[in-house]
């Protein structure tokens, strides 16, 4: 009994199967999720504007000051005179303080507080 309930219901899968395929309704897909996006073209020589509010504002964490070989680290970042970060030049070290120039504007970054009482 229990093999012909077996054959039974083996038999209802394969029919059920057969007439699956003609009563599907296939929803059509509006965009291929496979297709890599396109970026809208930028202008060529068209430079980014400068968004005070949404500036970048780096924690400044040491200075080595040495001539022309004085460095910056900004959070793990060591940064040489010249070298840019974020499309900002390091153009001065000073003991505690480090200015970074962009669009010709200088933005002067300072040591935290607690290093003040090191000044």
């Known amino acids: 009994m229990r093999g012909a309930a077996m054959v039974l219901l083996a038999g209802l899968i394969v029919a059920s199967g057969a007439d699956a395929g003609e009563g599907l309704s296939v929803a059509k897909l509006r965009f291929n999720p496979f297709v890599k996006p396109s970026l809208p073209a930028a202008e060529p020589n068209a430079k980014p504007e400068f968004d005070r509010a949404s500036a970048w504002r780096p924690e400044l964490t040491a200075t080595l000051v040495s001539g022309e070989n004085s460095i910056a680290n900004l959070g793990g970042a060591v940064l040489r005179l010249g070298e840019e970060a974020n ?27 607690n290093h003040a009482g090191d000044r």
Not at 92 to 98: F, G, N, S
Not at 99 to 107: A, S, T, Y
């Open 87 to 113: 499309g900002y030049k390091l153009v001065a070290v000073r003991h505690y303080e480090a200015d970074f120039e962009r669009n010709g504007e200088v933005m002067t970054l300072s040591l935290d507080a």
